[in-house]
């Protein structure tokens, strides 16, 4: 029954799977773009909503269309807060667009983290980076979301401390306000100033985006493996909770250690100790779920009916007459090995993941053949 319940939308992802994914990355992406558009409040809220619609429509075909509208869109906005500011932004989005482009649907993850750690949803960009990914983009992943967070506060007057910024989401107006009138040296000093105030305080920033890079790395690294893939969800249950806790660790316990720059930020005193204990459970329950659904959606399609035992269940069939006279008269071919199935057809066969290409092991030459042809002359 559950069987026949799934089959269908089983058979149309697989039908339109490459549709489908498209579909998702171009509408998160045009989602992001549009909620900062709005954020910023330049553009009228009718011209963010077709600036959304169109930014969505242009990725479903032509993802690098989408990407330089997006780029132009969003240019206007940083330049009437500063044009240092815009000008950093265009040339950081030319200097990196074919990444960017070809992982349109990491970059939408990267960029909307500020707006997931307003609900402490920010742990999940390295953990789903390192599942859809791999270990060395999710590692990417990580480390950039974790800069880009960080950056996104410090613009706005926070603290760059992830534990004091979770909960909380950066406003336009104070990014406005700190950068209206900074020239080019003073816009620099305001971006780098929140991350190096003091030594400690810059190696408390670097340790912690260490701590998302090694944990997009973490799982990255084991979600390929072949245990992991045959044993799921149990095995994905514990690679996610790995990750989880790798990030508890960077934000709970470094500030433990490095006690002299969390007295300056304050994070010891003002942080919420049930938020890092919501994160990890979320990381765990949401990566779990998304990377069994993911694997169960790649396997094939089960068969609409089960394959009853040979012999089993068969009526007999009576011989028809055999007329006097017929004009199209067609030879009878008896089958023999056609009839004939395997005792195991009766079972229910389960669908079975078939093994990607760096699965498979690699071709080794037999130890005991020499390689030599001998040849009997008479």
Do not use: C
């Not at 990725?59 to 330089?68: E, I, K, N, Q, V």
């Not at 620099?188 to 998302?212: D, I, K, T």
């Not at 004939?340 to 669908?351: A, I, N, V």
């Amino acid at each position: 029954m559950v069987a026949n319940v799934f089959r269908g939308p089983h058979s149309l992802y697989r039908r339109y799977q490459a549709l489908l994914e498209r579909t998702a990355t171009a509408a998160g992406f045009a989602l992001v773009v549009a909620l900062a558009l709005k954020g910023m409040a330049v553009y009228p809220d009718n011209w963010v909503v077709v600036l959304g619609i169109g930014i969505a429509v242009l990725g479903l075909r032509w993802p690098l269309a989408a990407y330089g509208a997006a780029v132009v869109a969003m240019t206007y906005p940083i330049f009437t807060i500063n044009f240092y500011l815009a000008v950093l932004f265009v040339a950081v989005a030319a200097l990196g667009y074919r990444h960017f482009v070809h992982f349109l649907g990491a970059t939408a993850l990267v960029l909307a983290t500020p707006l997931l750690a307003q609900y402490h949803l920010h742990w999940l960009v390295p953990v789903l980076g390192g599942l859809w990914w791999g270990g060395v983009a999710g590692a990417w992943i990580g480390g950039l979301a974790a800069v880009w967070g960080k950056l996104i506060g410090g613009m706005a007057g926070m603290n760059t401390d992830w534990l004091l910024l979770a909960g909380h989401t950066p406003q336009a107006q104070a990014i406005a306000e700190r950068f209206q009138d900074a020239n080019s040296l003073n816009t620099l000093l305001l971006l780098v100033e929140p991350f190096a105030a003091s030594s400690v305080v810059l190696l408390y920033n670097l340790l912690q985006v260490a701590g998302w890079i090694l944990a997009g790395a973490f799982v990255g690294g084991l979600s390929s493996r072949r245990w992991v893939k045959y044993h799921a969800p149990w095995s994905v249950l514990v690679v996610t909770a790995g990750g989880g806790l790798i990030l508890l660790a960077a934000h709970v316990a470094l500030p433990y250690w490095l006690v002299d720059a969390a007295a300056e930020s304050g994070a010891l005193l003002d942080y919420d100790p049930s938020a890092p204990l919501f994160s990890l459970v979320v990381v765990i329950l949401v990566g779990t779920l998304v990377y069994t659904l993911r694997e169960s959606l790649d396997l094939p399609v089960a068969p609409r009916r089960v394959l009853r035992r040979a012999g089993a269940n068969r009526q007999p069939v009576m011989a028809r007459a055999t007329p006097a006279f017929s004009l199209f008269k067609r030879s009878a071919k008896i089958k023999t090995g056609a009839s004939e199935q395997s005792e195991d057809l009766g079972q229910p066969r389960r669908p079975v993941r078939v093994p990607s290409q760096h699965e498979l092991p690699e071709w080794e030459p037999p130890q005991t053949d020499s390689g030599l042809i001998m040849l009997e002359i008479d």
